[in-house]
């Protein structure tokens, strides 16, 4: 592995030098400068960017953390904060948890590990705030994303998830659809999303045909569907809580050969790509991930500025976008 001393040899001068023209600091001759920079093409030298920070005591690094980047959107959201972050200057370490604790505290304790300057957070079903206390001591600040967490220590930036399935809800109760399933994640968004779905429904007297809690999973969503369509009776519309519970219910309507929105309708939440390009296009609840991405970024540079300042926390709306997957024709009741 090529070092600073190879570079400073194959240049003719010292290690301080290189270093003086890797920074563009200090002064130096435009024919140093250029002796320099030959070197480091011709024996392709990286500077060691950890080492670097360690020294200055700064980063150039944040980290994310999020809990499924299968999920598109976190992975929506991971381009919004690359995005965002690359404006100021900084790189990205994306850390996928899989919901899995053991997998969160080992990447938490690598972003310490990275001297990263702050993380952008996704917390699992069982977080436990032990692993952000440690790494708080370090002294790296945190912002979560997506899922609130039951600490008021952190900031925040998520959607106002009872709102918006309270308004998808809305929206299929309008359409004429009276025994609506619900397929809801099991974690703190899924269930924040499942209590907007029933006080909607509490709000018009009616009861909810099912509300399934499971894993936000696209295999869990078919299997959910498929229970649903071997009853006896079955729901005339189906609400999801994320793109891949949608994803796995369409599959399992499809198979079944059941007619979207006639017979039972759908509605969900996230943009995809796919929701737009299947017949008919799916009704959904559009995060603003890009304003997340930002806000997050902004939030984590408010507190990498200012540490001891107040928490924020940021609640967003949503967008409703209505397409031919929820919307009936008076034919279809």
């Known amino acids: 592995m090529t070092s600073i001393k190879d570079v400073a040899r194959q240049a003719g001068v010292s290690t301080a030098t290189v270093s003086r023209v890797i920074a563009n600091k200090g002064s130096f001759k435009a024919d140093t400068r250029d002796k320099v920079l030959n070197a480091i093409a011709q024996l392709n030298y990286r500077p060691n960017l950890i080492a670097r920070s360690l020294r200055v005591q700064t980063s150039t690094k944040i980290g994310l953390v999020v809990s ?3 999920n598109p959107f976190f ?17 990205v370490l994306i ?8 997998k969160e505290a080992l990447y938490l304790d690598l972003m310490h590990d990275e001297n990263v300057a702050g ?6 079903q069982q977080f436990s705030s032990s692993h952000t206390k440690d790494s708080q001591r370090g002294h790296i600040p945190f912002v979560v994303i ?28 309008a359409q004429g659809y009276q025994k609506l399933a619900g397929l809801f994640g099991d ?4 269930m924040a999303r499942k209590q907007g779905f029933l006080a909607a429904l509490s709000a018009h007297g009616i009861a909810p045909f099912a509300t399934n809690v499971i894993a936000p999973r696209i295999e869990q969503g078919y299997l959910s569907t498929q229970k649903l369509l071997e009853q006896s009776e079955q729901p005339d519309a189906i609400l999801t809580s994320n793109s891949l ?30 929701g737009e390009l299947v017949e008919p296009a799916i009704t959904i609840i559009a995060q603003p991930t890009e304003e997340i991405g930002h806000t997050a970024i902004e939030l984590l540079f408010a507190r990498i500025a200012e540490p001891e300042r107040a ?21 279809d009741y």
Not at 95 to 102: A, L
Not at 255 to 271: H, N, Q
Not at 311 to 331: A, D, P, Y
């Open 311 to 331: 928490v924020r926390k940021v609640i967003l709306s949503g967008s409703l976008r209505v397409h031919g997957s929820s919307t009936r024709q008076s034919g």
């Open 187 to 190: 974690s703190a968004t899924g």
């Open 119 to 124: 993380v952008i957070f996704s917390p699992t």
């Open 146 to 173: 997506d899922r609130a967490i039951s600490q008021d220590e952190y900031d925040l930036v998520q959607l106002d998830n009872h709102g918006a399935a309270y308004e998808l809800t809305e929206h299929l109760l």
């Open 75 to 91: 992975t929506a959201i991971a381009r919004a904060v690359e995005d965002a972050a690359y404006e100021r200057g900084y790189s």
């Open 245 to 274: 519970l949608t994803a796995g219910a369409f599959q399992a309507l499809r198979a079944r050969s059941v007619r979207i929105p006639k017979e039972i309708g759908l509605a969900g939440f996230d943009e995809t790509t796919w």
């Open 95 to 102: 850390c996928n948890t899989d919901e899995n604790p053991e």
């Open 68 to 70: 499924d980047i299968r």
